[in-house]
């Protein structure tokens, strides 16, 4: 299990924090569940003297959650990544039907 972590510890750090690109980097660490996890790491990192990175103080569990964000993050087209977090910064859900709904509201028969 331990391979296994160091695993996905070397693949999120490849897939996030060795990314040139900006956006990537924004919509990973600004993931509610990735926010919640690496706000509890750091602290356990600063508690212990800063001691390693703070993925070494990640369980298997929070390693397979950051990791599966990585790869979702990773693979998304940039656009749609912009494009979530704008809508973010309005405080509107990332993913919405709103062209969907626009266009059963226009063609909606009576």
């Known amino acids: 299990m331990q391979e296994d972590m160091e695993k996905l510890k070397k693949e999120i750090i490849g897939l996030i924090d060795e990314s040139t690109l900006p ?8 993931n509610p569940n990735v ?39 990773v693979n998304s087209p940039y656009e749609e990544l912009s494009r979530n977090r704008m809508r973010r910064a309005m405080g509107l859900p990332e993913k919405g039907g709103e062209k969907k709904g626009f266009w059963k509201r226009l063609f909606k028969k009576g």
């Open 23 to 30: 956006v990537i980097k924004e919509a990973f660490y600004s």
């Open 35 to 73: 926010e919640a996890i690496m706000e509890k790491l750091y602290e356990q990192w600063e508690n212990n003297n800063h001691i390693g990175i703070p993925l070494d103080y990640a369980t298997y569990e929070e390693l397979l959650l950051l990791h599966k964000v990585a790869r979702e993050v």
